[in-house]
């Protein structure tokens, strides 16, 4: 099986890159080797090139980030709320991924941070529709790693609770 990871911002330094590294870990702990996809290395030349293009031209990098999705059976997202919702650039990622073999009968586990109280619990709801319409499986747990930055030292998560929940929801996907 093929498990991909997805850091779902293109932030400088996200925290979202040390959560999905740290996810990265759960799983290798449970025997899964998890490639991580950051969206930092989102190709934004794609915009120029391809995205909502009637004619595009060829983007390299943007085709083997393609070729990762392809090969992706689950997915997990680490998603960072942004007023209240996940990343645009995470849709703009949706959208440039080939419809609908992208997301067509696979599986996802969302996981959701923020320095508020709501630990990205609306923009797990609003990509969850996203995923949904496209094809895509979601696992009904959905961890919530509230005020995350007084929760992480280092670049690691230190809270055992929150630990615990990735644990948990890692080991659920296994077998979703
Ligand atoms: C553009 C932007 C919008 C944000 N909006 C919210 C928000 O609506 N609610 C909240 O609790 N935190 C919000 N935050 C804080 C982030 O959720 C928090 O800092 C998170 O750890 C950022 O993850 P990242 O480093 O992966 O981008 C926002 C941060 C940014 C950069």
């Known amino acids: 099986m093929n498990y991909t990871i997805v850091a779902s911002t293109s932030r400088d330094q996200s925290v979202s890159s040390q959560v999905a590294a740290q996810y990265q870990e759960i799983l290798a702990e449970l025997g899964v080797q ?3 996809l ?6 934004i030349d794609i915009l120029e090139t391809t995205l909502y293009k009637k004619v595009k031209q060829p ?19 680490v998603i960072p709320e942004y007023n209240g919702s ?7 990622w949706v959208d440039a991924c080939k419809f609908p073999t992208s997301f067509k009968h696979k599986k996802a586990a969302l996981l959701g941070i923020s320095d508020g109280t709501q630990g990205s619990a609306l923009a ?4 969850a529709d996203v995923l949904n319409y496209a094809g895509t499986h979601t696992l009904a747990l959905r961890p919530r790693l509230i005020q995350i930055s007084k929760n992480m ?3 690691r998560i230190t809270n055992v609770e929150y630990l615990m929940f990735m644990r948990l929801q890692a080991e659920q996907l296994l077998t979703f």
């Open 34 to 36: 998890a490639r991580v």
């Open 38 to 43: 950051d969206l930092q290395d989102m190709p």
């Open 59 to 77: 983007n390299a990098a943007w085709e083997q980030m393609q070729e990762v999705v392809n090969a992706t059976e689950k997915f997990v997202f």
């Open 86 to 92: 996940f990343p645009g650039i995470l849709k703009v």
């Open 124 to 127: 797990m709801g609003h990509f």
């Open 153 to 155: 030292q280092d670049g």
